[in-house]
């Protein structure tokens, strides 16, 4: 069955979920990090379901891989900031690090089968 509306992708479903969880996440980190490291992970985090949605909506293969590719980025900037935040000990992130690897594998997979269609 293929996907009617970018809901029905498990790759955003994934990306979603993270989202969610990096709000919960951040919610911990001080507060003079609102505008730091809180509003960039937060920013990059929204870009990666962002991203696949626009692609999902693209008509054209190379266009829609050219979204999944921003996602991809997105997706390691944010585990990057997570990785950072740890290591402050800001708050703890492994499970939100575990997610973003899950998510990487979901999409890398999915744009292995557009560029094969």
């Not at 960039?40 to 929204?46: P, W």
């Not at 054209?60 to 997105?74: Q, R």
């Not at 973003?100 to 997979?109: D, F, M, Q, S």
Request: aromatic fraction near 10%; include cysteine; charged fraction near 30%.
């Amino acid at each position: 069955m293929s996907a009617k509306t970018f809901e029905d992708l498990i790759v955003w479903q994934k990306a979603h979920a993270l989202v969610l969880d990096v709000y919960r996440v951040s919610k911990e980190f001080p507060k003079e990090e609102i505008f730091g490291l809180t509003s960039q992970l937060r920013r990059a985090a929204v870009s990666v379901p962002s991203n696949i949605v626009e692609g999902f909506n693209r008509m054209g293969t190379a266009d829609k891989l050219k979204f999944y590719n921003y996602a991809e980025a997105s997706l390691e900037e944010t585990r990057y900031q997570l990785m950072l935040a740890q290591d402050l000990e800001f708050a703890e992130t492994k499970q939100a690090q575990e997610s973003c690897k899950e998510v990487k594998r979901i999409l890398t997979a999915y744009t292995r089968s557009i560029k094969t269609t």
